[in-house]
């Protein structure tokens, strides 16, 4: 497996220079059903990677701009009534695809926003009565910008909480962005995937095998007590109103899996289990309003929670 996930990353490098954290959390929940959140200023290819991340894996690809007039039938699709035939008949939305990018999710307003909700839990699509199944590889990777609040509308709890991860993408370091410069700085445009030659590194098969052994991976009881004990301390910090749920222990502990398989491992660490608690973790918790206006971040008291939190041997 790690010679997989190692032939991913190349082919993803081809044309996105680093976010290898990044893409290898884009692994870990794509392994075990996932959805994930990136939020980062504009122009740090999250576009681009996540388009690179589908082509790597040869799934299918499907995009929606999300603006404040979009409305669920937008997403979803609507039957519309066929003169000729006399009957209804189902044009399908955007949301009919493997791996959706949801871009700038938090500009779209609260109904269709939720149009998602279903999706993202189920798998399914409900249109006016009948259930339309996307398939167990859907996967929806969702943008938004942190710094534009005007017009937008903040994800509700509810929604936040079928994200595996929130991944924070930052600004590449000088080297990173010299060598991002070198490669497209030729063009204003941002660069057309054909250009780069990705070849697809694994297909529905491999992934269903890869899915399928990362169920088998070890998690001790010693490690379940931990994923639990580190989800219920968020619900006992002083400067978090509200912690994670029992699906965010579900989720961490899933997620832990994944990437001990990535890694070449058939047993979970703790180590795993430190790595993914911010990402799995910080969009889960709601900071009191004495830290709000202190300005606590929540990652600094999950940091504080993990340092508190016993370890197991």
Request: glycine share 6%.
């Amino acid at each position: 497996m790690p010679a997989l996930a190692e032939a991913i990353r190349a082919e993803i490098r081809k044309a996105v220079v680093g976010h290898d954290e990044v893409i290898d959390m884009m692994l870990t929940s794509l392994l075990v059903g996932g959805h994930i959140l990136l939020e980062g200023v504009p122009g740090t290819a999250k576009t681009l990677l996540t388009q690179a991340f589908a082509a790597a894996l040869a799934i299918a690809f499907g995009r929606i701009q999300f603006t404040p007039d979009l409305m669920p039938g937008d997403v979803l699709g609507t039957n519309l009534f066929n003169f000729q035939t006399n009957s209804f008949s189902l044009v399908r939305g955007p949301i009919f695809t493997q791996l959706l990018l949801a871009d700038e999710i938090n500009r779209a307003p609260p109904k269709t926003q939720a149009a998602l909700l279903q999706a993202m839990n189920e798998r399914v699509v409900t249109i006016d009565g009948t259930d339309h199944p996307l398939g167990d590889a859907f996967m929806v990777i969702a943008t938004q910008n942190p710094i534009e609040q005007q017009g937008t509308y903040p994800l509700p709890e509810a929604q936040l909480d079928r994200f595996l991860f929130k991944i924070i993408i930052d600004h590449p370091d000088r080297q990173q962005e010299r060598e991002v410069v070198r490669r497209h700085g030729a063009s204003s445009a941002m660069p057309r995937l054909a250009d780069f030659g990705l070849q697809a590194a694994a297909d529905g098969a491999a992934l269903q095998g890869v899915r399928a052994a990362v169920r088998q991976v070890r998690l001790t009881d010693a490690l379940i007590d931990y994923v639990v004990d580190v989800v219920r301390a968020t619900r006992q910090h002083a400067s978090l109103q509200f912690g994670a749920s029992t699906r965010a222990a579900n989720m961490l502990a899933a997620a832990a899996r994944a990437l001990a398989a990535l890694q070449g491992r058939d047993f979970v660490i703790p180590d795993d289990v430190k790595t993914l608690a911010l990402p799995a973790l910080r969009h889960r918790v709601v900071l009191s309003p004495g830290a709000e206006i202190e300005g606590t971040a929540a990652d600094r008291i999950l940091r504080e929670i993990l340092e508190q939190v016993a370890v197991p041997r």
